[in-house]
């Protein structure tokens, strides 16, 4: 046997015990607990393949507590690049048969070594989390590590996609680092995600909670907003981040190549989907999808403030983004919650070149103490702070009610929409029919014979005059009224002729938004 024969061997033993993580039997245990372990994950989520591992040899530092000496395959961490329909990305995944995933030093260094690798090579970072959180015998270095983690995210912010998969526990200051990226995937009964968990509830606050209810998966894709896609599974999981990939692009400098152009096969008439009566509610994502090629599109915060719908499409091979209020949820009503969702995504989309889409419909801001109490205002305002930043190319449809607050905060013109086009029922007015016409006409209302007449009359007359896109157009504020069907021929024109759009902002260190 010739020298390099033997040190292949050598090579392939160590590879061989260092791939076997913890060892079989916590292996065993994490399958039964319906959780892959760590390399299966990358080679279901990677092209077949494609995947290049570093430091797999990787030693612990933990000193005391009879950590000296002991082996911690890789450090529990798993790190890489590879492909995923064939664009690059940069990955690392938690062990959690190896120490329960906690994180050490060298876990730490490992993690930022392959961050640093994905913000110079301008590619997606995906990162699997699965762990225990800080290692408890590594103290304040795993502290550290942590730390040199959230910096990194923050470097990273707006210049590669961060994508994070919470497949396992993710506790204590852990949680940052998913919640400073861009993208949070989680699958249900599987993810687990809180600050404090349910013992430090217990003596802290004396009160029982279970893990799931806590910070499971359905918590924070319905209530918390944490997370924004769900899966069932690890598999339907992975399938939803390969899909989200292919309408973002690999960093913020990156032009998107249109995609072949597709002729849409489009199942929704889009002339058939908005009620005649503006009272009757209709699902916005049908008006989504019969603009998308192929009424392909990919929702994003499915399940979190519904009253909102943001998502990617296509048009005519280009990705775009969809902002949309959605009728069927509470009127399509802005409030606190979706005003957060809509402008965390119109500043991924304009960071990462995304034209906008704004489909508005809704009857304003929701009214409430409970509202006003939780910051409405604070809220809101990032919505207005978002479409004023946003340099992307940006386009307004106005399907029906514009009223308030919420015309200027969905992307009017005002706020420097490219271009605003309403459809003939438009009604873009201070407020709706019957609130405007009892404040205005009072007087007359209250001293007529029969007031409820004379209340009809004049809601009839304020909609005559005002509930209509005339108003509007008169002045200026929108470009144009156009027939439903026309729709999508005028979005493939107006972003043709904003595809070289430049905008250039006043000088200064950075803006203040209403965070
Ligand atoms: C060291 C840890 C660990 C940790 C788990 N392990 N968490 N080792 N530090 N933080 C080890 C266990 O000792 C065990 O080792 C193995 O991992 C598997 O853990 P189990 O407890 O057997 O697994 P399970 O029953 O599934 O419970 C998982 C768990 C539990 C819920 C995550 O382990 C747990 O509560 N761990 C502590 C979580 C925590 O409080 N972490 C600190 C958060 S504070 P053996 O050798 O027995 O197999 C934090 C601060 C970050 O992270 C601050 C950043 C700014």
Known sequence: MSLLSRKISELQERKAKAEQGGGATAIAKQIAMGKLPAR????????????????LFIEHEARGFGMEGKDLAGDGVVIGTGTIKGKPIAIYAQDFTVAGGSLGMMHARKITKIMDYA???????????????????????????????FF????????????????????????YSPALTDFVFVVD?????????????????????????????RVHSEISGNAHFFANSEIECFEQIKTLLEYIPANNECKHPKTKKNEPERKYAIDKIVPDDPTNPYDVRDVIRALTDNSEFLEVHELWAANIVVGFGRIDGRNVGFV????????????????????RFVRFCDAFNIPIVTLEDMPG???????????????????LYAYSEATVPKVTIILRKAYGGGYIAMNSRHLRADFVFAWPMAEIAVMGPEGAANIIFRKEIMEAADPDAM????????????ANPYVAAAKG????????KDTRKYLIHSFEVSEDKIVKRPNKKHGLPPF
């Open 189 to 217: 009964k599987i993810s687990k995600m809180f600050i404090t968990g349910p013992e430090v509830i217990k003596s802290v606050l004396g009160e029982e909670i279970d893990m799931e209810s806590l910070g499971g998966a």
């Open 365 to 383: 801001y929701l009214p409430g103490v409970d509202q006003e109490h939780a910051g409405v205002i604070r809220h809101g305002a990032k919505l």
């Open 455 to 466: 209340r009809r009359e004049k809601v009839e007359e304020y909609k005559q005059k005002f």
């Open 324 to 343: 949309a209020n959605q009728p069927l949820v509470l009127a399509g009503v802005l409030d606190c919650d979706s005003s957060d969702k809509a402008a």
């Open 152 to 175: 990194r995210n923050t470097m990273a912010s707006g210049v590669i996609p961060q994508i994070s998969v919470i497949l396992g526990p993710c506790a204590g200051g852990a949680v």
């Open 119 to 149: 913000l110079r090579m301008r590619i997606p970072l995906i990162g699997i989390n699965d762990s225990g959180g800080a290692r408890i015998q590594e103290g304040v270095n795993s502290l550290a590590g942590y730390g040199e983690i």
């Open 477 to 484: 504020y929108i470009d144009s009224v156009i027939d439903p």
């Open 40 to 55: 299966e994950r990358i080679n279901h989520l990677l092209d077949e393949g494609s995947f290049y591992e570093y430091d």
